[in-house]
């Protein structure tokens, strides 16, 4: 694989008079966790939707571990595994039953489809309940099953389409550590994702999807510092949130902006100062219009 898994260029998808991607530029390093952020309906399904092949883009290219997505379709799909937002598990099988016919189907034999199948059992803390239906299984305990299925032939590149959408905290944390350990094994894994901490905790780079364009990149921390360097919170007596405001984190400023709320406020409001976090990075770049920023 190239230096990078995936590389977008100018790529560009309109549904009737809706214009969904506008342009679209970005670049994946490979081995790296990449997470796209997005309010919904911005186009991040849209988008894995053309880079796993399912959608052709109007305009502009993509290549996916270095194979273009429209001209070398069956290539990309040979160096990529896909999870949606839904489980895709036959719920009348047993989660054995449900990886061994899928490393069946594709093209183990039999004796390579029963030591695949043990393999992605014990990887994904499934051996407990292997024998049992899949209809029986919790939501956390369906993901992980379908992010097994997923991964029966070990390919380059790994999409994951909102994946711990639904899960409670417990078993997204226990997802989170095996999306981990996969990039560990050198997978490329690129993450779309409604949870903010998600992102923050997973990804080496992030991308913040807004008017069918990236209109910000960078690590998390990289991406925070856009916002300023302290976060003022105003909350009335009830404990309810009034207002945030991003300021530089210098004293000057402080001064300043505190005067000003000084007068604005009733003298009961209480203040306090935090760092920025990436719901204040999310709401500072998508309820504004796109920022031209490079990528």
């Not at 078993?171 to 949870?195: C, H, M």
């Not at 080496?204 to 990236?214: K, M, Q, S």
């Not at 990149?217 to 856009?226: F, P, Q, Y």
């Not at 976060?231 to 000003?260: F, K, M, Y």
Request: aromatic share 4%.
């Amino acid at each position: 694989m190239t230096s990078n898994a995936i590389e977008v260029n100018g790529l560009s998808k309109s549904f009737g008079n809706t214009a969904v991607l506008d342009g679209l530029e970005l670049s994946v390093p490979s081995g790296t966790i990449f997470a796209l952020l997005g309010p919904n309906g911005a186009g991040k399904t849209t988008l894995i939707h053309i880079l796993s092949t399912l959608t052709a883009p109007d305009k502009g290219w993509a290549r996916v571990a270095g194979f273009d997505v429209v001209r070398e379709r069956n290539e990309v799909k040979r160096s990529i595994s896909l999870t949606g937002q839904f489980a895709a598990v036959d719920e009348v099988l047993t989660g054995a039953e449900n990886l061994r016919m899928m490393c069946r189907l594709s093209g183990l034999t039999a004796a390579e489809a029963r030591a695949r199948t043990a393999e992605l059992l014990k990887q994904f803390d499934l051996e407990a309940v292997a024998d049992k239906r899949a209809k029986t299984y919790s939501g956390g305990t369906r993901r992980r099953l379908d992010l097994a299925i997923s991964l029966t032939t070990i390919r380059p590149v790994l999409f994951l389409d909102e994946p711990t959408t639904g899960l409670d905290t417990i078993s997204r944390r226990a997802l989170w550590e095996i999306i981990l350990r996969l990039k560990r094994q050198g997978i490329t894994i690129f993450l779309t994702t409604q949870y903010l901490e998600e992102a923050d905790e997973l990804a080496d780079t992030i991308a913040v999807i807004h008017g069918g364009r990236i209109v910000a990149r960078g690590t998390a921390e990289e991406l925070k510092a856009r916002v300023g360097g302290e976060v003022i919170e105003l909350r009335n007596g009830r404990d309810e949130l009034l207002r945030s405001i991003p300021t530089s984190g210098s004293i000057a400023d402080l001064r300043q902006v505190l005067g000003d709320l000084a007068q604005a406020y009733p003298s009961d409001t209480r203040i306090s100062i935090r760092k920025p976090s990436m719901d204040d990075v999310f709401v500072a770049l998508t309820t504004a219009q796109p920022l031209e920023v490079p990528v």
